[in-house]
């Protein structure tokens, strides 16, 4: 019983973050440890990318591979898209709906072949590495920030399936469950900037 409070803690510590959004512009966002540091400050960022590894962590291992790989690989694209100037269109409604998406599809246990699950966080992905790309400011190293960036949304991802993962029992996998669908439903705050 301990360990499912010490889990089930552990999930929820890491679903509050300090602030809400991280497209503030009220942290530095150049170099490394600016990268590193700036999915974990934001609820937007925290939440879609421990979605992305708890949805990961049930699916079978090729899913649970190619899920953050594809996250990873489109945020670095959407990045260069960003920096280069290029606009995607409505990037901070694709980040809100991420959380939303994830949250249901994590909640429901969707289990899909491991291309087209990597192709919906991929989507997502994109709108998230796009609006960071953006937010490096001119003069600042976008590859350090960008390789710092990447590995804090690993992290987030590993967490995310390390909580799915050692849910293995029905409690705690309805327990994760219920918590992804309230991080959906953070999701739907987020879009409607409550």
């Known amino acids: ?9 552990a999930f929820s510590a890491v679903m509050v973050p300090a602030a ?4 503030t512009g009220m942290h530095p966002t150049g170099g490394f440890s600016a990268g590193l ?7 937007d960022h925290v939440l879609a990318m421990v ?3 708890a949805w990961a962590g049930m699916q079978r291992r090729a899913a649970m591979l190619a899920l953050p790989a594809a996250f990873l690989a489109l945020m670095a694209v959407g990045a260069g898209a960003g920096l280069a100037g290029v606009t995607l269109p409505a990037v901070e409604l694709g980040i809100g709906l991420s959380v939303v998406v994830l949250g249901a ?3 429901a246990n969707v289990q899909l072949l491991p291309a087209l699950g990597a192709a919906v966080v991929g989507v997502f992905a994109l709108a998230h590495g796009h609006a960071h790309g953006a937010e490096v400011p001119a003069g600042a190293s976008a590859l350090t920030y960008g390789a710092g960036f990447l590995l804090g949304t690993a992290a987030l ?4 399936i ?3 993962r050692m849910a293995r029992k029905p409690a705690l996998q309805h327990a994760v469950r219920a918590g992804a669908g309230v991080a959906g439903l ?3 705050a987020i879009l409607l900037g409550l």
């Open 105 to 107: 599809l994590a909640a």
């Open 1 to 9: 019983m301990n360990r499912q409070i010490l889990r089930t803690a």
């Open 37 to 43: 540091t700036h999915p974990f400050l934001g609820l």
């Open 162 to 164: 390390g909580v799915s």
């Open 20 to 23: 809400a959004y991280a497209h």
């Open 186 to 188: 953070a999701g739907v």
């Open 157 to 160: 991802h590993a967490i995310g």
């Open 51 to 53: 979605l992305v590894g």
